[in-house]
């Protein structure tokens, strides 16, 4: 059950991922999706929409994999939204056999949450016949406190268990590959420190504009959509001690020591290591890409931050610091 199922990220990660795992006749035979946003579509619609989505497509097993798209039109604050999502879903369990194991993803802006996993609750759909898993994408409340609340209102619909927080950055075949180059690499595991390496500059750079995402933009910016949560999770991976096993709560484990190690800046000392921007129109491969405050949903006076570089220091090492470069859409500077 995807909700925000005609936006950005549904379009561009989820539903290409999904049909991949169809084609690799990985989705078990009772798989099903039911997508939901505010957009009246039909099934029909819905799945003409997914299938625009995808570059390289065999027609056969698109056929097969559409027949498992649905389609519930509806607001996220409108309690007849989860009601007429029940019944989708009790015709779903009957035509598919999926045993009532619902897992519901938010792929919503942030101030949303909280508004879907109540009216999941209040609908009684937090619990059925089978299990029910909630997963919400990045970022998670936009400071500690509100990092806090979520959990709290969270807590309220779903056990622990069945919340998962993701970071869909850590699938990104590069980024698992940094495991093997540092740790099962001859070469490099035995220089992958402070004595041999200087610094660390870590890149996201895009040759995009905003397209379409400028209403989500201008409540997140560069610094909440990629240096909190994307780029920091590559610096934690880079600059993490070898777990003792490499299994999920070991890896987190060492994730979050090198997370605690990194120096918290004074205030008069982010100026010195934090540049904000914020992009103008501009030619892009050739294209004209208008700038940020040009952008549909976006105010003309916005001061959101669409670049961002930061340098951080890593302290886990004996003598001089380490120091990590983040700078979405730059090349970092470092020493």
Aim: contains cysteine; charged residues 25%.
């Amino acid at each position: 059950m995807i909700f925000g199922a005609n936006g950005d990220l549904t379009r561009r990660k989820l539903m290409p991922a999904l049909y991949s795992l169809a084609s690799e006749r990985r989705l078990p035979p009772g798989f099903a999706l039911i997508g939901t946003s505010r957009s009246p579509l039909s099934d029909d619609e819905f799945r003409d929409k997914m299938r625009a989505a995808l570059t390289e497509v065999d027609e056969e097993i698109w056929r097969a994999f559409a027949n498992t798209l649905f389609y519930v039109a509806g607001d996220t604050g409108d309690p007849d939204l989860y009601k007429r999502i029940g019944e989708k879903l009790a015709e779903v369990e009957r035509r598919f056999e999926t045993g009532g194991n619902v897992l519901f993803y938010l792929s919503l802006q942030p101030s949303q949450y909280e508004t879907a996993a109540e009216g999941i609750g209040a609908a009684g759909l937090a619990h059925g016949n089978g299990w029910r898993r909630l997963v919400i994408e990045k970022p998670f409340g936009h400071n500690l406190a509100s990092a806090r609340e979520l959990n709290d209102a969270l807590g309220r619909v779903f056990p622990e268990s069945g919340v998962y927080r993701i970071d869909h950055y850590l699938g990104k075949e590069t980024v698992q590959n940094i495991f093997a180059f540092r740790f099962a690499n001859g070469i490099f595991e035995p220089i992958w420190n402070r004595r041999y390496i200087s610094q660390v500059q870590i890149t996201a750079a895009e040759s995009i504009g905003v397209e379409g995402r400028g209403a989500y933009y201008q409540e997140a910016g560069a610094l909440r959509d990629m240096i909190q949560n994307h780029l920091l999770q590559v610096l934690s991976t880079v600059g993490m001690e070898p777990p003792a096993v490499y299994e999920a709560n070991a890896v987190r484990d060492e994730r979050a020591k090198l997370l605690r190690s990194v120096r918290i800046m004074k205030p008069e000392e982010v100026a010195l290591n934090a540049v904000p921007g914020q992009y103008g129109k501009a030619r892009v491969g050739g294209a004209e890409v208008p700038g940020f405050r040009e952008e549909p949903g976006v105010k003309p006076d916005s001061q959101t931050v669409t670049y961002a570089a930061v340098t951080l220091f890593v302290d886990n090492c004996a003598g001089p610091a380490c120091r990590f470069t983040c700078a979405p859409g730059s090349v970092c500077r470092g020493r």
